[in-house]
C-alpha cells in the first residue's frame, strides 16, 4: 500500500477528498486534491502544515499531521494496537496502520482511507474498522467478514476489524471523481 487519501468531513455528513498521501521510494509525498477547491465553499482551507494548496510537500519522514494518527511506539499499548489492526508487529507499515484504523482523531474532522487497488485475482480486498466503509461497499457480491474482535477495554473504535472482498467490476476505475485528482503531481529528482 503506497496511497492514502485524506478525507475531511463536515457534521451534516458532507465530505471531500482533500489530500493525498503516498511513499514514493523513500519519500512521503502530499499533495491537495481537486477535493480540497470543492470543499472551500463549504469552509475548507489549507492545513498549517501544508498552507498552500499549490505546493507539493515531500519528506523522508511521515508527516506530523499523520504520525500524531498513530501511537507512539513508546505508549504502553502500542503492541495492543498493533493486535487490534491484527498486524505483526513486523508488519506495522505505517500506511497500513492509517488504513485500516481511519486515521480518525476526536480533535479534528479528518479521516484516511487507502485507494481501493485490483488484487491479481481480479478482487478488491480491504481491512478496516471503520463501519463507515460499509457504506461505500456496493453490490450484491460484496463480502463482509469480521476478523477480529477486540473486547474491552479496547476503545470503542478499534472494537471490530471487518474485512471486505468483492469482485472487480470489468473497466471499473475507481476514485475516479475529478475530486480526486490532485492538483499538481510529483516527480522525484532525476526524473521528469
Known sequence: ??????????PDHRWWPVGRLSREGSDYVFTYTQGARSAEE????????????DQVYVSTQLFPMFQNRLPPQ?????????????????EADPLVMLA????QRETDMFEVFPIPERSA???????????????SAAGEQAEVRV?????????AQFRVLCSLDSPWPEG???????????????????RS
Not at 1 to 10: E, F, G, K, P, V
Not at 74 to 82: G, L, W
Open 74 to 90: 513508546s505508549r504502553p499499548d502500542y503492541e495492543d494496537f498493533i493486535e487490534w489492526l491484527d498486524l505483526e508487529r513486523g
Open 147 to 155: 476478523q477480529r474482535v477486540n473486547p474491552p477495554p479496547t476503545p
Open 121 to 135: 485475482e481480479g478482487r478488491y480486498r480491504s481491512t478496516f474498522l471503520d463501519v463507515h466503509a460499509l457504506l
Open 1 to 10: 500500500m503506497n496511497t492514502l487519501y485524506l478525507a475531511w468531513w463536515q
Open 172 to 190: 471499473f476505475r475507481p476514485l475516479a471523481s475529478p475530486d480526486f485528482e490532485a492538483l499538481h503531481s510529483f516527480a522525484p529528482a532525476g
Open 42 to 53: 463549504a469552509g475548507f482551507r489549507p492545513l498549517s502544515s501544508f498552507p498552500d494548496f
Open 100 to 103: 485500516r484504523s481511519g486515521g
